[in-house]
């Protein structure tokens, strides 16, 4: 009886985590980068060097918006915080290609002209749910194998029972027992953050994925949903007259002291130059573990308070705690840290995972087993790659190019496409090598390449105390020395010794 | 600042529990005694979550702790990788360490509170 449960989890352990595994690898390695999503926008906008108080650059957009962009529907905006100095901003624009645009702003004079068009730590957050893929299909996607990682995470614990055995051990060059031992203890000592951020990732899009608890209730009627939804929400028609925004200062400083301790987190502007404007002020999604909890919406013409509200219902609290868990914007410096880390080793789990499914079986040369071979080494040593060339893209294109941040975009995934490429053509034990030896170079000459094309080197960010752009140049070296062991680790590996046979242990 | 009780804490409590099975045990050089250690190594789990919890906001702590043990795990598989015979030494530093912060953190708190 226990043997066929244990036998059963093995075949679902197994086929759950091989069919989407490379995707799910993609989407834990951008989802763990977007831990650092505001330092990765600061880095990538080496031209803006002013800081404001939140307040005072709301205040900026504002007016640039105003100038730039009357007509637009609404503009939502996210103040600047500790971690990222320019306002990020999304607004219609009828003359983009997207329909809208989502930019950042300079603190200081609330305008993007004076800064390279990227689209920053964005990509990386976008491409970690929506993988790129037209909506709702790419959000589906990652929806549904962020289920088979739960469903891999389970069978995993009851196949692998033993691993709470003896479960601190890692034993070197034993060939197929070396990377269980790795893909146990990765997966093992992490194994609550593991769970947690499978269960947390997919509430996120529970309302896509299972939008039948609110059908059955609201039928099609969205409005009525997304009013009862956040009854907190002041929304009205345009008037049709025109009229210009109050002050927006005295709106913030209103909402600040409502909030009693908490920071500005999002304003929203609806029809910012009609009659029936409205600004709505949010508290700062890292001041609570809960996403978004408090507002404050203003008359925009006159900056009258027309209504404050902070959620209360348990249910929406719940919903919103398990959101920020997986959001973790409340996390501070060392819980941030302990995120990106038990990121990494998720993403080290299904590595060994997929490297495993191959070990496991040694010796058939399928045209399956060649495809899984190949796109191993195309995705787990291919995605870094494409991630470092987006960076190296951001230094390298010219800075008034047509398109710019959809350039940078391009390079990511030429970049990725020419991995996947490169691991075709090569023999398996080189490609895994060069490849990564290619990772190494790219990741260390980086920090040079930055400094002589923006001047905010590592020396320079040391002794003037730029915090942002040591800690990256600091993690590029980290993250060389770590692909290079690696390649030195596959290098030093001895091509497989005719195998002794013994008894096949599950997988 | 809970972080620096923590963390040791953690590590001392894990190796702990990992002295007391066979396999460890015999890694490390030591004659298990599974009867004492591993009580005492849960002993040290829990104590070192309380230094956690010990912080202003709790949420934050519960999550920050969960992170900090698994990292403290990854100290432990280190070493029995690298050093197996120092696990025992260092559990005990690590031990002593932590104590030494968790008291001066709880001092800091009462300190706090009557001031």
């Given at each position: 009886m226990k043997r066929s449960l244990r036998q059963s989890m093995s075949g679902l352990h197994t086929w759950s985590g091989l069919l989407l595994g490379w995707l799910l690898f993609a989407i834990t390695l951008s989802g763990t980068a977007t831990v650092f999503r505001s330092e990765i926008s600061g880095w990538m906008r080496p031209e803006v060097t002013a800081v404001a108080p939140p307040a005072k650059a709301i205040e900026a957009a504002v007016g640039w918006l105003a100038r730039a962009h009357p007509k637009a529907a609404g503009w939502y905006l996210a103040?600047?915080?500790?971690?990222?100095?320019?306002?990020?901003?999304?607004?219609?624009?009828?003359?983009?290609?997207?329909?809208?645009?989502?930019?950042?702003?300079?603190?200081?004079?609330?305008?993007?002209?004076?800064?390279?068009?990227?689209?920053?730590?964005?990509?990386?957050?976008?491409?970690?749910?929506?993988?790129?893929?037209?909506?709702?299909?790419?959000?589906?996607?990652?929806?549904?194998?962020?289920?088979?990682?739960?469903?891999?995470?389970?069978?995993?614990?009851?196949?692998?029972?033993?691993i709470f055995k003896d479960v601190f051990t890692l034993r070197p060059g034993k060939g197929k027992r070396s990377w269980l031992d790795a893909h146990n203890v990765l997966g093992v000592l992490a194994l609550p953050f593991h769970l947690m951020i499978?269960?947390?990732?997919?509430?996120?899009?529970?309302?896509?994925?299972?939008?039948?608890?609110?059908?059955?209730?609201?039928?099609q009627d969205l409005a009525r949903t997304f009013a009862e939804q956040s009854p907190g929400l002041v929304s009205r028609p345009a008037a049709g007259t025109p009229e210009t925004l109050a002050p927006i200062g005295p709106m913030l400083a209103e909402a600040e002291r409502r909030f009693a301790g908490g920071r500005i987190g999002r304003v929203s502007i609806a029809n910012p130059a009609d009659a029936n404007s409205v600004v709505t002020v949010a508290n700062h999604d890292g001041d609570q573990l809960a996403y978004r909890q408090s507002t404050v919406s203003f008359d925009g013409g006159s900056g009258r308070v027309m209504g404050a509200y902070a959620e209360s219902r348990p249910a929406q609290q719940t919903y919103a705690a398990l959101y920020g868990l997986h959001m973790a914007r409340f996390a501070p410096w060392v819980s941030r840290w302990l995120y990106f880390g038990c990121g990494l080793a998720l993403a080290g789990t299904i590595a060994t995972g997929l490297v495993l499914w191959l070990q496991a079986r040694q010796g058939a040369a399928g045209p399956g087993h060649m495809l899984v071979a190949r796109l191993n080494i195309g995705t787990i040593a291919g995605l870094p790659i494409a991630m470092l060339a987006l960076l190296w893209g951001n230094r390298l294109l010219p800075f008034g190019l047509a398109g710019r941040e959809g350039a940078e975009v391009s390079v990511f995934f030429w970049a990725w496409g020419a991995a996947i490429l490169f691991g075709f053509l090569r023999p398996v034990r080189?490609?895994?090598?060069?490849?990564?030896?290619?990772?190494?170079?790219?990741?260390?000459?980086?920090?040079?390449?930055?400094?002589?094309?923006?001047?905010?080197?590592?020396?320079?960010?040391?002794?003037?105390?730029?915090?942002?752009?040591?800690?990256?140049?600091?993690?590029?070296?980290?993250?060389?020395?770590?692909?290079?062991?690696?390649?030195?680790?596959?290098a030093a590996h001895r091509a497989p010794a005719p195998r002794r046979r013994r008894t096949p242990a599950p997988a | 600042m809970s972080a620096a009780a923590a963390l040791p804490l953690a590590f001392a409590g894990l190796?702990?529990?990992?002295?007391?099975?066979?396999?460890?045990a015999r890694q490390a050089a030591r004659v298990a005694r599974p009867a004492r250690q591993r009580p005492a190594g849960w002993l040290l789990l829990i104590l070192s979550l309380a230094a956690s919890l010990a912080a202003p906001n709790w949420r934050f702590a519960i999550v920050e702790w969960i992170g900090?043990?698994?990292?403290?795990?990854?100290?432990?598989?280190?070493?029995?990788?690298?050093?197996?015979?120092?696990?025992?030494?260092?559990?005990?530093?690590?031990?002593?360490?932590?104590?030494?912060?968790?008291?001066?953190?709880?001092?800091?708190?009462?300190?706090?509170?009557?001031?």
């Open positions: 103040a600047p915080d500790d971690r990222l100095a320019t306002v990020q901003a999304v607004f219609d624009d009828p003359a983009a290609p997207a329909g809208y645009r989502d930019i950042a702003l300079d603190p200081s004079t609330g305008s993007p002209d004076a800064m390279r068009a990227t689209l920053g730590g964005e990509f990386l957050y976008r491409f970690h749910f929506e993988l790129q893929l037209p909506y709702p299909w790419g959000r589906i996607l990652a929806s549904a194998a962020a289920m088979l990682m739960l469903i891999a995470l389970i069978s995993g614990i009851i196949i692998h029972a033993r499978t269960a947390t990732g997919i509430v996120t899009l529970l309302t896509l994925t299972m939008p039948w608890a609110a059908m059955a209730n609201y039928g080189r490609a895994w090598i060069e490849l990564f030896w290619v990772a190494a170079a790219g990741a260390a000459l980086l920090p040079f390449a930055s400094f002589a094309l923006t001047g905010r080197g590592l020396w320079v960010a040391i002794l003037g105390g730029d915090r942002l752009f040591w800690g990256f140049d600091l993690m590029l070296f980290a993250l060389a020395a770590l692909f290079a062991a690696i390649a030195r680790k596959i | 190796a702990l529990i990992g002295l007391s099975m066979d396999r460890h900090l043990a698994a990292a403290a795990a990854g100290l432990v598989v280190l070493t029995l990788y690298g050093r197996p015979r120092a696990l025992a030494p260092l559990a005990l530093a690590a031990a002593t360490l932590g104590a030494v912060a968790w008291i001066a953190a709880l001092f800091q708190m009462v300190l706090a509170t009557h001031s």
